[in-house]
T-cell receptor
Framework: DAGITQSPRHKVTETGTPVTLRCHQTENHRYMYWYRQDPGHGLRLIHYSYGVKDTDKGEVSDGYSVSRSKTEDFLLTLESATSSQTSVYFC???????????????FGQGTRLTVV | DQQVKQNSPSLSVQEGRISILNCDYTNSMFDYFLWYKKYPAEGPTFLIS?????DKNEDGRFTVFLNKSAKHLSLHIVPSQPGDSAVYFC???????????FGKGTKLTVNP
C-alpha cells in the first residue's frame, strides 16, 4: 500500500472556524491532490500540487487553500468553515510519470469533516 | 457539466455471474481511463486502466472495454464474488494532465 496518512481522520468543527487537514506521504511522489466526496457527486478535485510550493486549483476550490512546503506534506485549509464543506476529504498521490503511460493516483483513508 | 457519467447508481448481481459497470464520457480529449474500487470508510483503490490506443485491457477477473466512437467504457467482473461488493468509480484524464475527472460511482452488490 502507498504510504499516505491523513490527519485527523474525523473532525467536528463550528461554522466560521478555520480548519486544516494534513496529508503526509512517504513515497516521495511529485503530485499530491485533495478531493472531496459527497453523495451524488462522486470525487471532486479541490486543489493539487505538482511540487514543493507549486499548487493549482481544481474544480471546487472556492473556500479552500493549500500549502506544500515539503515534498511529503500537503495541507488543506478551510479558511472559514461552512456547513456546505461537510464532506469526506481524500488526499491522493501519484509519481507523475506520464511519459508512456499515465500513473494511477493512490488515495489515503479519508478525513470525515462535519461543520455544525 | 458532467464530463464522466455513471448512470447506474447501483447494480446487484449473483455470486458467480458477470458484473458489468458502465461509464460514458463527453470530452473527446480524454485518452486515459481508470477504474477505482471503494469500500466504506476506506479510500478508493486503483483497479484497472486503459489507454485510448487500446479497446480492451484485462487483469484477472477484471476486464475494461473502451468504445471510443461511442465514448463509452465498461468494466466486466467475471466471476463476481461477494468481496467485490463496493462502489466503483470511473475516472478519465487527458494525456499530460495529472488531474482525474471522476464519475459519481456505481454501488455494486454481489449476493451470495
Amino acid at each position: 500500500d502507498a504510504g499516505i496518512t491523513q490527519s485527523p481522520r474525523h473532525k467536528v468543527t463550528e461554522t466560521g472556524t478555520p480548519v486544516t487537514l494534513r496529508c503526509h506521504q512517504t513515497e516521495n511522489h511529485r503530485y499530491m491532490y485533495w478531493y472531496r466526496q459527497d453523495p451524488g457527486h462522486g470525487l471532486r478535485l479541490i486543489h493539487y500540487s505538482y511540487g514543493v510550493k507549486d499548487t493549482d486549483k481544481g474544480e471546487v476550490s472556492d473556500g479552500y487553500s493549500v500549502s506544500r512546503s515539503k515534498t511529503e506534506d500537503f495541507l488543506l485549509t478551510l479558511e472559514s468553515a461552512t456547513s456546505s464543506q461537510t464532506s469526506v476529504y481524500f488526499c491522493a498521490i501519484s509519481p507523475g510519470q506520464w511519459l508512456a503511460t499515465p500513473t494511477a493516483a493512490f488515495f489515503g483513508q479519508g478525513t470525515r469533516l462535519t461543520v455544525v | 457539466d458532467q464530463q464522466v457519467k455513471q448512470n447506474s447508481p447501483s447494480l446487484s448481481v449473483q455470486e458467480g455471474r458477470i458484473s458489468i459497470l458502465n461509464c460514458d464520457y463527453t470530452n473527446s480529449m480524454f485518452d486515459y481511463f481508470l477504474w477505482y474500487k471503494k469500500y466504506p470508510a476506506e479510500g478508493p483503490t486503483f483497479l484497472i486502466s486503459i489507454s485510448s490506443i487500446k479497446d480492451k485491457n484485462e487483469d484477472g477477473r477484471f476486464t475494461v472495454f473502451l468504445n471510443k466512437s461511442a465514448k463509452h467504457l465498461s468494466l466486466h467482473i467475471v466471476p463476481s464474488q461477494p468481496g467485490d461488493s463496493a462502489v466503483y468509480f470511473c475516472a478519465a484524464t487527458q494525456g499530460g494532465s495529472e488531474k482525474l475527472v471522476f464519475g459519481k460511482g456505481t454501488k455494486l452488490t454481489v449476493n451470495p
